[in-house]
Structure formats: C-alpha cells, structure tokens
C-alpha cells in the first residue's frame, strides 16, 4: 500500500510519516516540494504518487496572522484541500483531512462529538471548516478528523513555548480559563493509522483522553521537565488576541475509539513520552 503526505513537514506530517511507514510506502511531500493551492502540482503529485491513500496534514495554521489575511488562510485551508479531495477522488482513493476544536465557540459544558452544531469565531477556524465541507462534498471516500493542542516533533507549539518561557523568566503567568485536551502527533498518528484501515469514511474527533486547563498543562510539562519554575494562574481576558478562542473545547473519542477499536492515551502519559522522545533527539 501506498501513502501519499501533504504538509509532510508539519509537527502532525513528520509523525504520519513515522507511523505509516511501519507497512506503507510513503511519500512525503513537504511544502516547499508541493504547494497545495496550486491545483496542478497537487494533481501532478497525486497522479505520480500512484497512492491507494492520501493523509492532507497540510494548513495554514496562524491563528492571530489569519485574522488579517483571511484570504490567504482560505486559499490553503478551503481551497487546497478542495484541490486534495478532487484529487484523490479522481483516482478513487480516501483523502484524510485534519481539522481543528476551533470550529466550536466553546459554550458547550461537556465534551463536543461529532454531530455537534460548529459555530466557528476566528477567520482560521471558518477557513478550517470550510475545508471539512470541501472535502467531503468533492471526495466520497472522505474521513476528517478534528483534533486540539497538538504538539510534535519540530513545532512551534505550547510546550516548546512553555519550555522556553520556564527556562528564561523568573515565573510564569499562564491562562486557567481555557479547558482542553492537550494532544501528541504520534497519538493522533497512531489513531489515524487504524482509523484509516476501517474504512468508515465521516468525520471523527481524535485528541487524547482527559482535560485541563492551559495552566494545569503548564504545570505538567514544567514538572516533566524538572525545572522549578512557579506558575500562576490568570485569566484569558488579561491576554487579548486578535482571534477568538474557543473557552472549553474538549472533543468526544468516542465515535473514533468505536469505529477503530483504539483507544486514546492519556495527555499526561502522552506529555511523558514526548519529553522523553525530546530528550532522544537531541
Ligand atoms: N497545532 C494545533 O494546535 C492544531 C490544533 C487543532 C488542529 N490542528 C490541525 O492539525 C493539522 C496539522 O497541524 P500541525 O500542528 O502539524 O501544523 P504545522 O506544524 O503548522 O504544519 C502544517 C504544515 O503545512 C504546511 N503548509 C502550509 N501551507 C501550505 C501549502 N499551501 N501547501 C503545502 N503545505 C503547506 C506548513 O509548511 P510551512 O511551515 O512551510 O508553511 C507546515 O509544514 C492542521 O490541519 C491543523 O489545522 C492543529
């Protein structure tokens, strides 16, 4: 079998990679090799790739830059998937798209599933959803899994940032009014991977299991660390950004944990193994 990765490069890409090549053949296509807002080299990729499958981990995915440049988030997020889906579709094969808990605005008070009505605040989350829809309606063989908070390999992500900040500054403030599921690329790798196999095609919530606040995850990787670095709690409104943030944004397993017969690791156990991958690489 044969895998074909857009957004290769991404914290998400570079964890598929890994993943799939245990029994794929993958190829992996970062952005400088294929820009997916360019419809022929998407094509072009897709028809030499021959893929029996192909994973869209590609997307622009700055949330405060995309509040001035909605143009420039849509064209990636809506229309590059689009060209993704038809691609794939051309050649009959299932496209996975990922998506993101910022297509809910976070009024919910227990987890978001599937079927849950998206009211999406920020101009990246409505590009995001948008690029559900355009997948699914122009690919029949179409799975979309939204996801939250990741951190991988490479990123730029709240952990690297956390890491960073503990190391550096005397103390840290950090937000408790935001409640979420922290969640690790090789997890959500790992999910997608037998997701994939049980072909049913829809949309799924993929994030790893439990919740906190962005502080008790702040906490948490500080701990792991081994660095003493105190931590205090505030509140969201004492940091405006330019894009609304969904307050609670904890997404259901459920539907994917059935369908597929995994079941998502805890955040702190995945928090465990990703310092520990950290440490290895360095
Ligand atoms: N990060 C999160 O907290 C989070 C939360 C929920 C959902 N998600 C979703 O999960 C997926 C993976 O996210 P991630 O964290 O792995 O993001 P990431 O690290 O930012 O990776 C995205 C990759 O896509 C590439 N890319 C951007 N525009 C492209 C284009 N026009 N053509 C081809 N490649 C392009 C980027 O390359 P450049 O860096 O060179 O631009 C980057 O390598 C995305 O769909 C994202 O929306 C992420």
Redesign the pocket.
Known sequence: MRVLI????????RDLLRVFQADYTVIAL???Q????EGEAVRLAVRDARPDLVL??????DVEKAEDDERGAF???AN?SQRIAEAAAAIEVPVV??????VFDGTKRDAYTPEDKTSPKSVYAKS?LRGEENTLWNNPQSFVI???????P??N?FVEKILKAAASRPSLRVVSDEIGSPTY?RDLAAATHALVKTRKYGIYHGVNAGTCSRYEFAQAIVKEAGLETPIEPCLASEFPMKAARPAYSVLSNEKLETASGIVMPEWRDALARYMKQRENAA
């Open positions: 857009f957004g290769a490069g991404g914290q998400l890409g970062t952005h400088a294929a820009n997916i807002v869209n981990a590609a997307a622009y995915t064209h990636t997020n590059g798209y990922f998506s993101t808990d910022f995001k939204r996801t939250a908070w990741l951190y991988g490479g990123g992500n690329t």
